[in-house]
């Protein structure tokens, strides 16, 4: 299975029920074109060791950190996941900004025995913080700036942080993100 | 809409004159006759983006070739200046030392220019 590319990244603001702990999203949103994911996952890496030797270990993921690579850096798209406020188009940033839990989606394209497939990956929460930045002049050797995103992975309350599945269509990949996203009727 | 480099260089040249004298530039080749004249073809591409599994935008490179049998350094500075504020922008390392070439008596420097390009 192995795989060639990402695609598509769509994400959603989460709410969480504080009393229970259940999500429900705002809807799906593409904040640009996917360049790069990273995820890194914190382990428990509890052991008890007992009669001299390994009686009990615990490797569950505790959380984690992700960075997201887009090929854009939309105001509105980072207003919204950075809890920045915007205004008619002005965006201002303040230290008592909290940026939202949010619900992100990608699909990885797969080649599987000769087959395209289409994985798609939802983490449950997230929540993202401030990038770096920095700007370079334009040279005789060009270099497409692109912005890396840095988040946290969130552990909902019933431990179900993670969810995937594998398609045979990008289009059915990316349907099953959105409506795993979908805002809830009114 | 992608854009054809072809015709902003066309668009750019129309009219083109240095000290009273019209130059043509044309693509690849000139077949009128007389000097001086320059001609541009694309060189090379790379530094793409990419995104969505999909080509987003990369950098083509362009050659100008000037040719004059007289003072050709008026000519090579209205190129330069002419693409630059078309958008291009100047590969001083890329482009040619002076040359000239005694068989046809013609002055000839070659300036190579970067437009970026979305796909």
């Given at each position: 299975?192995?795989?060639?590319?990402?695609?598509?990244?769509?994400?959603?603001?989460?709410?969480?029920?504080?009393?229970?702990?259940?999500?429900?999203?705002?809807?799906?949103?593409?904040?640009?074109?996917?360049v790069?994911?990273?995820?890194?996952?914190?382990?428990?890496?509890?052991?008890?060791?007992?009669?001299?030797?390994?009686?009990?270990?615990?490797?569950?993921?505790?959380?984690?950190?992700?960075?997201?690579?887009?090929?854009?850096?939309?105001l509105?798209t980072?207003?919204?996941?950075?809890?920045?406020?915007i205004?008619?188009g002005?965006?201002?940033?303040n230290?008592?900004?909290?940026?939202?839990?949010?619900?992100?989606?990608?699909?990885?394209?797969?080649?599987?025995?000769?087959?395209?497939?289409?994985?798609?990956?939802?983490?449950?929460?997230?929540?993202?913080?401030?990038?770096?930045?920095?700007?370079?002049?334009?040279?005789?050797?060009?270099?497409?700036g692109t912005?890396?995103?840095?988040?946290?992975?969130?552990?909902?309350?019933?431990?179900?942080?993670?969810?995937?599945?594998?398609?045979?269509?990008?289009?059915?990949?990316?349907?099953?993100?959105?409506?795993?996203?979908?805002?809830?009727?009114? | 809409?992608?854009?054809?480099?072809?015709?902003?260089?066309?668009?750019?040249?129309?009219?083109?004159?240095?000290?009273?004298?019209?130059?043509?530039?044309?693509?690849?080749?000139?077949?009128?006759?007389?000097?001086?004249?320059?001609?541009y073809?694309?060189?090379?591409?790379?530094?793409?983006?990419?995104?969505?599994?999909?080509?987003?935008?990369?950098?083509?490179?362009?050659?100008?070739?000037?040719?004059?049998?007289?003072?050709?350094?008026?000519?090579?500075?209205?190129?330069?200046?002419?693409?630059?504020?078309?958008?291009?922008?100047?590969?001083?390392?890329?482009?040619?030392?002076?040359m000239?070439?005694?068989?046809?008596?013609?002055?000839?420097?070659?300036?190579?220019?970067?437009?970026?390009?979305?796909?």
């Amino acid at each position: 299975m192995a795989k060639i590319g990402l695609e598509n990244f769509l994400y959603a603001v989460a709410t969480v029920n504080p009393a229970t702990g259940a999500i429900t999203y705002g809807g799906a949103k593409k904040p640009g074109k996917a360049v790069s994911f990273n995820m890194t996952v914190n382990k428990a890496d509890a052991t008890l060791y007992a009669d001299d030797g390994l009686a009990e270990s615990d490797d569950a993921v505790t959380g984690g950190d992700i960075t997201l690579g887009i090929d854009r850096y939309d105001l509105t798209t980072m207003a919204e996941i950075l809890g920045h406020t915007i205004t008619e188009g002005e965006v201002v940033d303040n230290t008592a900004d909290v940026a939202p839990y949010v619900g992100l989606g990608r699909i990885t394209p797969l080649m599987v025995d000769n087959q395209r497939k289409f994985r798609a990956t939802i983490l449950a929460l997230c929540q993202f913080s401030e990038p770096d930045d920095s700007d370079t002049t334009r040279g005789e050797t060009v270099e497409f700036g692109t912005y890396e995103i840095p988040g946290k992975l969130i552990i909902p309350t019933n431990g179900e942080w993670r969810k995937r599945q594998v398609f045979d269509t990008a289009a059915a990949a990316a349907a099953y993100i959105t409506s795993a996203f979908a805002a809830p009727n009114p | 809409m992608t854009e054809n480099i072809n015709e902003i260089i066309e668009s750019t040249f129309n009219g083109f004159s240095v000290g009273g004298t019209e130059i043509p530039v044309r693509f690849m080749y000139y077949f009128g006759h007389g000097e001086p004249y320059v001609v541009y073809s694309q060189a090379d591409a790379d530094s793409s983006l990419s995104g969505d599994n999909e080509l987003l935008a990369y950098a083509e490179y362009y050659d100008f070739d000037v040719y004059s049998k007289g003072n050709f350094l008026p000519i090579v500075e209205a190129v330069k200046a002419k693409l630059i504020a078309a958008g291009f922008f100047f590969e001083p390392s890329r482009s040619s030392e002076d040359m000239y070439e005694p068989d046809t008596g013609y002055f000839h420097k070659t300036l190579n220019f970067q437009y970026l390009k979305g796909v």
